[in-house]
């Protein structure tokens, strides 16, 4: 069986940083670009926490598709099993740099998010109570300062 275009990034190398994972192209011609959102440094750092990552998904996807310029080419924005980061799902033939104002956007409405996180409730969520606000807030600050606020070649271009 044939290797995923995912399982042949070098891990081992990878850094926190904003990634063009894949484009697609739909059967109408729309390019959906694929970027690899990694928080953590995959077998170095320590892996986001589960509760963590789903409570940065509730509020990055609630952000995301409110954004009033991106709102309506947000197509998903979902975590990593391995709980290293997400991926985000855009419309469009789009570069890290494209979508860093964002995501620096984003991540900053989390880092200081106050109240109930969006959908967190049993009725509107498969398992509400599996969050950890203070820990999505740090991992998003963190995120901002050390690898946002400072994009370049070394974190938006996979290790070849």
């Known amino acids: 069986m ?3 275009a995912s399982f042949t990034i070098d891990h081992t ?3 926190r940083g904003v990634y063009v994972s894949r484009r697609d192209h739909t059967p109408a011609g729309d390019t959906i670009t694929t970027f690899d959102i990694r928080l953590t440094e995959p077998n170095r750092m320590p ?6 990552l789903h409570t940065i998904e509730h509020l990055a996807a609630t952000y995301l598709r409110n954004d009033p310029t ?9 975590p990593m099993g391995c709980c290293t980061g997400s991926y985000l799902l855009v419309q469009g033939v789009l570069e890290p740099a494209d979508i860093a104002g964002l995501l620096t956007a984003m991540f900053e409405f989390i880092a200081g998010f106050k109240g109930e996180i969006p959908g967190a409730t049993a009725r509107d969520c498969g398992n509400y109570t599996f969050n950890d606000l203070p ?3 740090h991992v998003a600050r963190q995120f901002t300062d050390e690898v ?6 070394d ?3 996979y290790p070849a």
């Open 70 to 78: 991106w709102a309506d080419r947000i197509v998903y924005w979902g």
């Open 2 to 4: 044939k290797k995923i």
């Open 47 to 52: 892996a986001v926490s589960p509760r963590a």
């Open 155 to 157: 974190n938006t271009n």
């Open 148 to 153: 946002l606020l400072d994009l370049n070649s």
């Open 135 to 137: 820990e999505a807030k």
């Open 13 to 15: 190398r990878l850094k």
